[in-house]
């Protein structure tokens, strides 16, 4: 007969994902894992199948966390002003535990950028592609774009949240009002 769980899975996914946003993929053990998790390696194989296994389901519980801050974006109906909302609000949300650097997404976009690891990339990139697709949809309100401009714009806004990521690292919060600010001079 197979034992029951004694733990919740969304929460020991939850401790997870802040380790690995705060360490890394590469950073974190499997013993900081089971540290952090409070369940045994056993428990972690189990459940999540591996190390990456854990990874993902990390992923999609911030993707979860995330949710209403693109539901929010996707449903406003003010363009670029929504983005540059979104972008404020993005500054915010490694603020969860106050341990975490940057975007836990961006942060992982980085150190995957030369991986083979398919499963984890195909979700970066999925995440970051519904990213881009909204800035366009935004960006598509002012009549006066071409579609030239929009796609321009939409990717230097994807990376200029890419940077804003790394410089919510470690720049003070005035630097990182000044930044989005002048960013949006340019949009």
């Known amino acids: 007969m197979a034992r029951k769980k004694q733990y919740n899975e969304e929460e020991v996914i939850e401790k997870a994902m802040y380790l690995f946003w705060k360490n890394g993929y590469e950073n974190t053990s499997v013993r900081m894992l089971e540290k952090e998790m409070g369940i045994n390696q ?41 983005i540059k909302e979104f972008f404020y609000e993005s500054v915010g949300i490694s603020g969860f535990r106050g341990t975490q650097k940057g975007c836990f997404v961006t942060n992982t976009y980085n150190e995957f950028a030369e991986s083979e690891d398919k499963m ?14 909204v800035f366009i949809e935004k960006l598509k309100m002012d009549p006066t774009k071409d579609e030239e401009t929009v796609l321009k714009q939409a990717n230097y806004l994807l990376l200029a949240k890419h ?9 003070d ?10 960013i949006f001079k340019s949009i």
Do not use: C, H
């Not at 194989?45 to 911030?62: T, W």
């Not at 990139?125 to 990213?131: H, Y």
């Open 120 to 133: 984890i990339k195909e979700q970066i990139v999925s995440f970051m592609d519904k990213l881009k697709e």
């Open 42 to 82: 056993f428990s972690i194989y189990a459940s999540f199948g591996s190390k990456q296994g854990v990874f993902l389901e990390s992923i999609k519980s911030y993707n979860r966390k995330t949710k209403e801050m693109f539901e929010k974006l996707k449903n406003s109906n003010k363009g670029v002003e929504d």
């Open 163 to 171: 940077g804003l990521a790394a410089a919510s690292r470690v720049n």
């Open 173 to 182: 919060r005035k630097e990182i009002e000044d930044y989005i600010e002048m």
